[in-house]
């Protein structure tokens, strides 16, 4: 079945500098990788996806980029803000099933 | 658009006792709901898929009989924990996908903390 890793577990950056997070995943078939934002004791909230036809898809600070051959995909966040700092989850799910996959999470940190 | 409550937020209950959770699609029909459990810190694990009107699809290690899943209308679905424990305690989401947005995006719900005691 699909794995979903996701690097790093914990980020801290200063206010305006840029976030990184990336994901990795196992299963070819995987088609759509949303994004999520959860802050503490919250719903995750979906804040960008894209889908496998799309190589980079963009929303004001936020990107997300998608390398099939390498199964990877990456959230970017620019300008970074306190009110960015949550736990962002990478998921994937395949065009065979509507399960998704969830990585292990990633804490950012923005310090003012 | 593509709201999605749960209830109740939270729950204290003694062992051995058996905990019912909704939860429901406000504005659009949810063909396709999905329960995780969350425990402190972690990811979301999913737990089963139930699709309206047939049975739930459990994932491997989630016990049918102790968590039961009911989907019985398109706006509608309840977990129920059976018998519950101490190690029952966690952080219950809901999520639905169906006639808001594309097909396989998931809305969630805002969690059910279940504390057994």
């Known amino acids: 079945g699909e794995n979903v890793e996701q690097h790093p577990s914990t980020l801290s950056v200063q206010e305006g500098d840029s976030a990184v997070i990336k994901c990795t995943y196992s299963d070819s078939a995987s088609n759509y990788f949303p994004w999520y934002k959860q802050e503490l004791g919250k719903r995750p909230q979906l804040i960008i996806d894209i889908r496998s036809n799309v190589g980079e898809k963009k929303d004001q600070r936020i990107a997300v980029t998608l390398n099939k051959t390498a199964k990877h995909f990456s959230l970017h966040i620019t300008e970074t803000q306190p009110e960015d700092s949550a736990v962002y989850f990478c998921a994937a799910s395949s065009v065979h099933t509507d399960k998704l996959i969830f990585g292990t999470g990633t804490r950012l940190q923005v310090f003012p | 658009g593509a709201v999605v409550s749960q209830h109740p937020s939270r729950v204290i209950c003694k062992s051995g006792t058996s905990v019912k959770i909704e939860c429901r699609s406000l504005d659009f029909q949810a063909t396709t709901m999905f329960w995780y459990r969350q425990f402190p810190k972690q990811s979301l694990m999913l737990m089963a898929t139930s699709n309206e009107g047939s049975k739930a699809t459990y994932e491997q290690g989630v016990e049918k009989d102790k968590f039961l899943i009911n989907h019985a209308s398109l706006t509608l679905s309840t977990l129920t924990v059976t018998s519950a424990h101490p190690e029952d305690s966690s952080f219950y989401i809901c999520?639905?996908?169906?006639?808001?947005?594309?097909?396989?995006?998931?809305?969630f719900g805002p969690g059910t903390r279940l504390t057994v005691l």
């Open positions: 999520s639905a996908t169906g006639t808001s947005g594309a097909p396989d995006t998931q809305y």
